[in-house]
Structures are given as structure tokens and as C-alpha cells.
């Protein structure tokens, strides 16, 4: 017997003390945050980005999922490693951010990339995305998603990278609407 | 090693994204439509959250804020069972809850609702299916308050569920309802679902789920992405 699939609702203006607790200091713990790769990784990355509205103000408060493969391309089977999960509403620029390692490719042809998943007030049912990198050009080039994309939105889809003393640092920021629309997925 | 491929999002029971009764979404909303893509691992495998993540009064909101007595309002029990599409039970898997107090009033800092808090009622919970895919959890029935996003506009009395599922494909984060509650008929968020698909939201009152002399009991199930296709090994 099939059974019909329980509909979506927004997140809405309050998610924080429910699932990012620690990160807005609520007494209340939290599954995942933005540390994916603790700081005694010594190939750890940043990802940092804004999600921007329609008339391109940063929302503070989003709540930003990432679900990731290892630097071997591996997806884990059975833990939670490989997942974060970041509010919005704690930086002053209300950035996200996380730290973690860049993932190799999971095969199939893809470019290494994350899996992004977006919720915040005024978003009915969640969105899908994925970060590419920026110095993965050889890769982007070669990835049946990307490819899936019209040409002129591939670059949405692509973190910058800049190089810190602290290491890399990609940024990537979502735009809701407007130009440079990011490319969201459904699958 | 066995992958789960789920079935695509079914827009029919989904909200869409620009829903412009519900205010916020005209700026939020892609104006473009979904690339649809194949799934591939990325989509078919997701992080597993299981009893190791969750502590013990986790889920009962009736004494996990406690301070210095018991919170007030209508003690109540939720339960209800986590399927997937094909109705085979999810198991082991989190679910998280949040919501406002008996007096509709949020602990989260942004809540400005001229509206009580409660000294003893934080208002967060979680908890874990079992093998049959049920979860459950105590706590306080929570009360309606108003926002801005029409004149009078009211929320009708609710709790927030975020729930992981195998995949990433499986993800859900949704609001339950209690049956009878006029409010629903007026609030845009519970409109935005597709009619056929809105009573899946609404909790189903249970005097066998209640407990004698304690608290009234509530089910609502839930029915996650399922495998849709046979599943494939590699």
C-alpha cells in the first residue's frame, strides 16, 4: 500500500532554540553545526555565504544544511559525519559559516561538491543546492549536473576560493532572486 | 553496499514556493523554476542520527525546562508513526520539535508577543522512531498568537517537527495541528498545502493514546519520500 507524502511546512522565524541551540546560546543541545572538520584537521576549508532576498538584503534568519562526502569521495553510511547545519542569525553579517574539508569526487563523473539544504520564514518547501569549487574548473567541466544547468546560471553554483593565512576560504552566496539567481535542484 | 533511491517530491501534496498570500514568500521564493536532476549518491545517502543523540528527558517538554515547578497548560502525549511511501516503517531515525508555550509565546529572543513566558517550559524536544518507525513525546498543548503578516492575522495552535529520514532526499521539516481549530481556515502557511493534501497535517485526537488522569493524547503520522524505484546496488 502506497501512502501520500506528508507535505512540507516553513521552518519559520523560530527554528533556533529548537535546532541550532548552542549556536544562539539557548540551554538546549544541537545535532550538527558549522564545524563538519574539527581545527586539528590540517586541510580544513571555510565556507562562508549570505543568503540574499529579492531585493538583496542578507536573511538573518535562514538555516543552511550541508551533507557532504569525505577527501576520499566517500559518503558516511552510517554516522552522522559529513553533515552540519548552520543558523544565520548569530554573525553580524549574517553569514553562514563551516568548516570542513573539500570533498573528493563520489564518482559518477561529478566535480567535488556539497550538497546544500536551504529553510527559513517565507519558504513553504526547503530548497536543494550544490557548492562547486571554484579551482575544481577541469572537474565543473566534466560534471553531468552542472551540465544539466543552462551555462549562464553554472556560476551560481560555484564557491570562490581566496587564500587566508587560515587557509582556503570559498565563498558562496545564495541568491534568492533577481541576478544570479542561484540554480536550485529538484530530484 | 545498498542505496536508498527515493521518489521525487510529490508538488502535489507540497506548498509551492511563491504563495503570496503568506507575505514573506514574495521575496524568498526562486523566481525560476527547479533544475531536476538524476539522484546520485549525493541525494541517496544523508547523515544517520540515532538513540545515541538524544538525552533522556529529551523528549518531555513537560519537564525538560522545569525551573521551579511544573509549566502550565494542557498536558498532552504525541505519537504517531514514520513511514515511507510504501509504508515501511522508518526506523531509528531523529525527530526534533520545537514550539510556543500554552500562552503562544515563543522562548526564542525575537518573539515580541505581549504573551507570557513560562518560568518552566523551554519548549525544544526530541526523539527517535522505534522499529515499527513510532516516535513519541509529552508536552504542553501550545497556544494560537498573532503575527504580522495580514490585520488579525493569528497562527493556529501548532508544533514545529523537523525530521531527517534515511536520505537527504527523505528531509522534512513541517507543522502539526490540532483537530477542530478555526484558525486553520484562515492561516495562509496551512493554505499554502495543495487542499487534498492539508488534512495530512492535522493530528488526529485518540482517547486510546490518552493517558488516564494525565494527559490527552494526540497521533500524527507521517509519510516520508520513499524508495520509488528499485533500489540499486553497486
Redesign the interface.
Known sequence: ???????????????????T?EQYR????Q??DGAIANDKVADRIRIVGRVL???GRP?P?AMV?I?Q?DRLGR?????????GRQGTGTDPESRFVFDTVKPGS???G?AP?L?V?L??????????T?IYFADEAEANLAD??LA??PAE?RQTLVARREDTANGPVYTFDIR???DG??????? | ?TLQSTS???WG?????L?PP?R?????????P??????????S?????GHE?V?PL?NDLTRNGRVNGEPLGERIVVTGRV?D???RPIRNS?V???Q?NAAGR???K??QHDAPLDPNF???G?CVTDDEGIYRFYTIKPGAYPWGNHPNAWRPNHI?F?LLGPT??S?????MYFPGDPLLALDP??L???ES??G??VSKFSIDVTEPGFALGYVFD?????RGETPFER
Do not use: C, K
Open positions: 500500500m502506497t501512502s501520500n507524502q506528508t507535505p512540507s511546512q516553513t521552518v519559520g522565524p523560530y527554528f533556533a532554540y529548537g535546532l541551540a539557548y540551554p538546549n543541545g545535532i550538527a532576498d529579492g531585493e536573511i534568519d544544511e551533507w562526502a559518503y558516511n553510511q552510517s554516522g552522522a559525519g559529513g553533515f563520489v564518482g559518477g561529478q561538491h550538497t539544504i529553510f527559513m520564514r517565507g519558504l513553504l518547501s526547503h530548497l536543494f550544490r553531468p549536473v544539466a544547468v546560471r534568492m532572486q533577481g539567481e542561484t540554480v536550485f535542484f529538484d530530484f | 553496499m521525487r517530491r510529490d501534496s507540497h506548498p509551492p514556493l504563495h503568506y514573506s514568500t514574495s521575496l524568498r521564493a526562486p523566481t525560476r527547479l533544475i531536476p536532476i538524476a539522484r546520485s549518491l549525493s541525494e545517502t544523508g547523515p544517520v542520527y543523540s538525552r529529551d513511514v511511501e510504501d509504508g531523529l526534533e520539535v520545537w510556543a515563543y522562548v526564542h525575537v518573539d523551554f519548549g525544544g526530541r514545529h523537523s537527504i532526499s528531509r522534512l521539516v513541517t507543522q502557511i496551512y499554502g498545502v495543495p493534501a492539508r495530512r497535517l507521517i509519510v516520508l519520500r520513499g
